[in-house]
């Protein structure tokens, strides 16, 4: 489909389509004004494309590629870029390391293909000497990783181009809008007439979606559905433990949780999978909606 962008009607107004960041990408706006929806839908898929180039790992022409090829040396960063490392920095405080932006190497070990392929713990300890927080300096602007080490920004770059989006488009318009980048959205009012948006989350080993009422604000989804390994039937689910390597194994097959942002959904879903066998006190703590499938 490449960079291409959609406009249809549909019954509750109109659907902006695209692709953008490995998924298709959707913003549904709440009103039968084309030029309206033009605008909408070419603003919010600009703004997840700009993103996508701005911070994708798998691009040699970005502010990311200079800083995991500077082997060792000081890198200085733009202001949007140490927003995201500030808030990636507080991630992996309030984590106690579970939520870590270096741990994106641990894929060279880790091949999620439903094979029965499992790493040597030789290799996973190779790649630990380079998995750390706290083996980088971070003093902005000026980020320093040591020879090898990476940042990736997957694990938050969805759900911050969601934000991003929204923002952009409420500067211009108070019609409601529903951004979805592959199951992280914001909703930034209820559709006319209606309390809430209806999103479906996909019922794990059922046929059924499970329908979720958002009125506004972020909604993100972490789950291992579709990657991960099966040996001597153990399945080893995709959601890594960056301090051990090692998949988390008690995790939920899926979580999503609602909050004010969708960076803020989408951190505290990942830190639900992460906390494993706790994920559900975890999120009782926090006092937010969320939904959890075993």
Request: charged share 20%; with cysteine; aromatic share 8%.
């Amino acid at each position: 489909m490449g960079r291409q962008l959609l406009l249809t009607t549909i019954d509750t107004g109109m659907a902006g389509q695209f692709q953008a960041m490995a998924s298709p990408c959707e913003v549904l706006i709440d009103s039968r004004d084309e030029a309206l929806a033009w605008r909408v839908a070419s603003t919010v898929a600009a703004e997840a494309w700009r993103i996508e180039t701005t911070f994708s790992r798998y691009r040699d022409d970005n502010l990311v590629y200079r800083i995991n090829n500077a082997n060792g040396a000081p890198v200085e960063v733009d202001a949007e870029t140490a927003q995201l490392l500030d808030f990636a920095e507080q991630a992996y405080q309030l984590s106690d390391g579970a939520f870590d932006l270096s741990s994106g190497v641990l894929r060279r070990a880790w091949k999620f293909d439903g094979s029965d392929r499992l790493p040597k713990q030789s290799h996973i300890d190779e790649l630990l000497s380079i998995v750390g927080w706290d083996k980088l300096s971070w003093q902005p602007p000026v980020l320093q990783l040591l020879p090898g080490m990476e940042i990736d920004f997957g694990g938050i770059g969805k759900e911050y181009a969601v934000d991003r989006a929204a923002a952009l488009v409420r500067a211009f318009t108070d019609t409601p809008v529903l951004i979805n980048f592959g199951g992280d959205l914001f909703a930034t009012a209820p559709p006319a007439g209606q309390p809430h948006w209806l999103v479906g989350v996909e019922n794990i080993g059922g046929l059924q979606s499970a329908m979720i009422q958002l009125q506004r604000g972020g909604l993100a989804t972490s789950g291992d559905a579709r990657r991960f390994l099966m040996k001597n039937s153990k399945r080893y689910p995709h959601v890594l433990n960056p301090r051990t390597g090692w998949p988390v194994m008690d995790a939920p097959r899926s979580v999503s949780v609602a909050a004010g942002s969708c960076v803020e959904a989408g951190l505290l879903a990942t830190l639900a999978m992460l906390n494993g066998r706790e994920a559900e006190a975890f999120l009782a703590a926090q006092n937010v909606l969320h939904w959890i499938q075993r």
